[in-house]
């Protein structure tokens, strides 16, 4: 049975307002239960230990996805979610595959997270994959430090400066995402349409845009670790048939549609 460490963040301040942050809960629940579907076992870490902060605009109505409320019964999940192991204990060799979620904390504990930058360069040295979504590629950040280049031509997918800018966070985070993993070397694309599904496959790293890309990454790393064996294609890009909450995928498709009709000269070739 193939065992995978997710990787949670366990900051939950922001800067200049009372709001706080975490985990984007969907961020974690989604992939969670495609491992556990997959019969796959889950491990799950902090780098504080114990049960991460949750970012409140996550448990709202209009975010809650089916793994939310699939979650919220699953008492077995819950108490290890509660649990977490403390990140310094972690041991790559235990794992298959190490899955980064994001809420915004990542992009202040996992970003200089010394323990995480040097997991994840043990995962990809010892040939197995990392993934990460939404502010999850911040954990990145780390390896770069620990491994200068690290980032260099590298082709990812994260939270995007768009984004950032439409939820109204731009004001309260310490840098810009997109352009911090750009100002290091990274290549990052994203959909079209901001709040869209898009997943970037870049040999054993894959990356997703935002909430709604969440589940189609976990998807992309089942895939990568069935096929490792045959080296058979995966696909990248924007998954537009993947099974979401009803209520968070209407909220995030108002949000694009709302860029369209605010914005259309942007989508102009």
């Not at 409140?56 to 019964?73: A, D, K, V, Y």
């Not at 997270?113 to 990809?124: A, M, P, R, V, Y």
């Not at 750009?182 to 990052?188: D, H």
């Not at 189609?216 to 895939?223: D, S």
């Amino acid at each position: 049975m193939k065992n995978i460490l997710i990787v949670l963040s366990s900051h939950s301040e922001m800067e200049n307002t009372d709001s706080k942050t975490g985990v984007w809960l969907g961020e974690f629940t989604d992939p969670y239960y495609e491992f556990i579907d997959a019969g796959y076992a889950v491990s799950l870490t902090s780098p504080k230990g114990g049960r991460p902060p949750v970012d409140p605009m996550s448990e709202l109505t209009e975010n809650i996805t089916s793994s939310n409320r699939r979650f919220q019964e699953d008492e077995a999940a819950k108490n290890a979610f509660s649990q977490t192991k403390v990140l310094n204990q972690i041991n790559h060799a235990d794992y298959d595959a190490v899955f980064y979620p994001g809420g915004h904390g990542p992009i202040w504990d996992l970003a200089v997270d010394n323990n995480s930058g040097i997991l994840i360069l043990d995962f990809l040295d010892s040939g197995k994959p990392v993934a990460a979504v939404c502010h999850g590629p911040a954990a990145l950040i780390s390896a770069e430090r620990q491994r200068p280049g690290f980032l260099k031509g590298r082709i990812l997918s994260a939270f995007s400066n768009t984004e950032e800018t439409m939820v109204g966070r731009s004001g309260n985070v310490p840098y810009m995402l997109q352009t911090r993993l750009e100002e290091l070397g990274a290549k990052v694309n994203t959909a079209m349409v901001p709040f869209l599904s898009h997943v970037e496959t870049n040999g054993l790293l894959i990356t997703g845009q935002n909430p709604l890309s969440a589940g189609p990454v976990a998807k992309a790393l089942i895939e990568l670790l069935e096929n490792s064996k045959d080296q058979r294609p995966l696909k990248t890009g924007s998954p537009q048939d993947e099974e979401t909450g009803i209520g968070a995928e209407q909220k995030w498709q108002k949000m694009a549609d709302k860029y369209l009709e605010d914005k259309p000269d942007d989508l102009k070739p």
